[in-house]
């Protein structure tokens, strides 16, 4: 069986009994609100982007097992879940059934934040491609809305033993309204037990959310901290490539490591990533 199956599977599933953390709190990190509080209010927590939630995210049931809408301040990234129950053998488990997650990609070290667009596909496989990464998607597009050229990739999984099939669906997007050159990050999926229908993500779930999408310019400062944040990034996997230290997963060439270094402005060769087709 696929490892990225079983994975996924393993970190959806969570077992009765287990000791949950409280569903309401803020700290240094992350917000976590509960979603029937907040899934008809307009989402503006973000600093980049602000949207409005999906329909089938507004009329989530008050949760017991997960608050449901969750920020993490440092990533910029907006995560909403609504959860189902699903037995498997003689097991009865929780698992995410519908998420959602609206990624201001903040962050120095966020994948592919160096690459430009036409490039970010070719290394992104290359990295999927690799023993330990998490796979080839099945479909890859370029396509465009409201004027962000964007990058799209489907996936799906299924887990027999576990009886849970999955759908998700991941878009890279560049704009140029907030003075950011990286991109922002949408991603929708659905987790469901083996024999029921889910939902057309793309129409349900992503087409809403751009439809409401709104970017915000970002102040000069804090641009000037994420770029600080890249360089500094930069600088870590130039010094461990320096002292043939790993970084990440790679291959024996290190093509993954020299391209990223490539585009972080070191004068190093750009090498032929060569990513496999499915």
């Known amino acids: 069986m696929n490892l990225r199956v079983i994975g996924y599977a393993s970190a959806a599933v969570l077992l009765v009994g287990c ?3 409280p569903l309401v709190y803020e700290n240094d990190r992350l917000i976590k609100k509960m979603l029937c509080e907040v899934g008809n209010q307009p989402v503006t927590v973000a600093k980049r982007l602000s949207f409005e939630l999906p329909d089938p995210f507004r009329s989530a049931p008050c949760g017991t ?3 449901g809408f969750s920020y993490d301040k440092k990533r910029d990234e907006v995560s909403v879940t609504r959860s189902g129950s699903f037995n498997y053998g003689t097991t009865q488990a929780y698992a ?3 998420y959602l ?3 201001g990609y903040l962050g120095g070290d966020r994948r592919g934040s160096v690459y430009p667009r036409e490039k970010f596909i070719e290394e992104y496989l290359a990295y999927a491609a690799l023993p330990d990464g998490p796979g080839l998607p099945d479909k890859v597009d370029r396509v465009s809305f409201k004027g962000y050229q964007c990058v799209r990739f489907y996936e799906f999984w299924k887990s027999t033993p576990a009886g849970i099939w999955n759908d998700e669906v991941k878009y890279w997007c560049w704009e140029q309204e907030s003075g950011l050159n990286q991109p922002f990050y949408l991603e929708a999926g659905q987790r469901l037990a083996i024999g029921v229908s889910g939902i057309d993500l793309e129409k349900t779930l992503i087409m809403p959310v751009f439809e409401s999408l709104k970017i915000n310019p970002l102040s000069h400062s804090l641009i000037a ?3 600080s944040q890249i360089r500094s990034a930069c600088a870590l996997v130039k010094s461990r490539y ?3 230290l790993r970084w990440g997963s790679d291959y024996p060439d290190k093509r993954l490591t020299l391209t990223r270094l490539h585009y972080c402005g070191y004068d190093v060769p750009l ?3 060569q ?3 499915r």
């Open 271 to 273: 090498p032929d990533l």
């Open 275 to 277: 990513a496999p087709s």
């Open 242 to 244: 320096d002292q043939n």
């Open 96 to 98: 995410s059934s519908l």
């Open 225 to 227: 901290d994420l770029n």
């Open 19 to 21: 000791v949950q953390p």
């Open 65 to 67: 097992i997960s608050s």
């Open 101 to 103: 997650s609206v990624d």
